[in-house]
């Protein structure tokens, strides 16, 4: 199994409000993913409420294999959840491991 972690920042510039809209926006997309993405096993996005930290957002996913991870980043449906987060995404980490 391999776990495929995601943290987002989000724009300074954006208001609290604009960024929990992106947030939920997000959220909602990415979670969704499952129904019309069948291989993939685990996904749960959080966000951060700890203003003291560095990152906005997590999305934590499981899949079968590297390969799996992989036809999931450049799926239609994903690539669409993702463009959510476009105009207002600062910067991006990312992190697959076997467990």
Known sequence: MVK???L???K???SQD???TS???FKSAIEA???CIPFIRKVFVGYN???SENWDICLESEFD???DVKAYSVHPEHVKAAGILKDVKADRACVDYEF
Do not use: D, G, R, W
């Open 4 to 6: 495929h972690i995601v």
């Open 8 to 10: 987002f920042k989000l």
């Open 12 to 14: 300074e510039s954006l």
């Open 18 to 20: 604009e960024k929990m």
């Open 23 to 25: 947030i939920l926006a």
């Open 33 to 35: 993913l499952p129904s």
């Open 49 to 51: 409420i700890n203003a």
């Open 65 to 67: 294999t590297l390969e």
